[in-house]
């Protein structure tokens, strides 16, 4: 039996299920695991001396145009979604990588605010809120890799202001490119069928692979190894065995 | 210069700057993050083939006898105790060990229900709460090796029940103990100067050692990435480099 694909709603209601009264989880818990993992990857394929400057993109969080498109996700859920790139940074700052964070539209929950001032007290810079593109274009020029971490499985087009002028610059750099569940612009069923989105060298799934990753050719790791076998076999994802005890698994043909 | 060992009242203060406002972390993310490294160091040392059967063994929590003794102690702190225990032992059975927990005085709080259920779910066995030492007997009877999250370092001895009768029994087991921050029944400061302490092989200091196991000389590892540099700067840490992205560190003579 091979892996399972998710949709985006089974994607969806696992996340759930981790955080129902059953399965306890706090979105801190699942989120601090999740970047992990993020990070873990990148680190894994980037090495510190030769890719130092990480430029870790986050998504709107759960605010903004993302969230009146996430109509029946719980409030909670789409928390996940630009929160993991900030653990991620953090994490990457603890490695010795220098991260800085692009975050154009910043969560405004409380959590969003915590792992903010985790970040800024690590000293990771974030790039300044601006009209224009100059200051990402700036942060680019000294960027070694990209973590794309800015829409993950709710995401449904269109790509909105300000990650619409944000998403060509990222991919006219032509620098390396870790994405974070989903490559972003990517629908998360079907791929990049609109060709507007990134073309990650790397794919870090949580959880499980998306549908529209079916196709991705590049290294592909698995992350957010919390999982309980009943969940797995419930939802019969058949998860391939993470090696010792690490967080993250390479997933290969 | 080398690293410093840490009294219980600079370990308490270093805690309370990660948890204030300064710097955001929840509870959530540092027991996270400590039980994933207790786990890993364990799992570093015991392999799973040879030593699948782990007894977790959980301090009193928040609430009891110890609670008493923490004056001066915020809530939040004491929770940090005892609650590893249980993170650690979710993850154990991720990577695929059998751990039994024995946590004979467990937490009201919200935390430790969840960080129960989150352990239920995985199917991972607790000892019954009982008025005699039959049912630890029967658990040590199959154990492989002991994770002993009993006391921390907020400890001050005497020894109350029942960790009284049940320190002797871990000790007589004569089975390899992983201790999480400070043996049981060790001094933070002073080490093992009752003598009553467990002789744990392997020792898992976490954020930095504690005065109290200078003289300890097992396997010594260190977890709990995540203190910001200029924390451990304030603080004059001089912790050693973990290396990679690793979440646990040996360190050496």
Redesign the interface.
């Given at each position: 039996m091979s892996m399972k694909h998710l949709t985006a709603k089974l994607a969806q209601q696992i996340d759930e299920e981790l955080m129902n009264q059953?399965?306890?989880?706090?979105i801190?818990?699942l989120m601090?695991?999740a970047g992990?993992a993020c990070?873990?990857a990148l680190?894994?394929v980037y090495d510190k001396k030769r890719y130092p400057n990480v430029l870790v993109c986050c998504g709107p969080g759960n605010q903004g145009a993302l969230q009146k498109l996430v109509t029946g996700l719980s409030a909670k859920l789409t928390l996940l979604e630009g929160g993991d790139g900030l653990v991620a940074a953090r994490?990457l700052g603890?490695?010795?990588y220098t991260p800085t964070i692009f975050m154009p539209k910043p969560g405004s929950k409380d959590i969003y605010?915590?792992?903010k001032?985790?970040c800024d007290?690590?000293?990771i810079k974030t790039i300044p809120p601006s009209n224009d593109t100059s200051a990402l274009r700036d942060a680019l020029s000294s960027t070694n890799v990209i973590l794309d971490a800015i829409f993950g499985f709710s995401f449904k087009g269109p790509i909105r202001s300000p990650f619409d002028s944000a998403l060509p610059l990222l991919s006219g750099s032509r620098l390396p490119i870790v994405s974070v569940d989903i490559p972003s612009g990517w629908d998360v069923e079907e791929g990049n069928v609109e060709g507007v989105g990134l073309q990650p060298d790397v794919l870090v799934s949580l959880t499980a692979p998306k549908l529209g990753v079916r196709s991705f050719n590049g290294r592909h790791f698995l992350g957010g190894?919390?999982i309980?076998?009943?969940?797995e076999e419930k939802f019969e994802l058949n998860l391939p065995?993470?090696p010792?005890?690490d967080?993250i698994l390479e997933l290969k043909e």
């Open positions: 059953a399965g306890a989880f706090s801190d818990q601090e695991l992990l990070a873990q680190a894994r994490h603890m490695f010795g605010q915590r792992l001032s985790q007290n690590m000293k190894r919390f309980p076998k009943t969940l065995e993470y010792g005890s967080q």
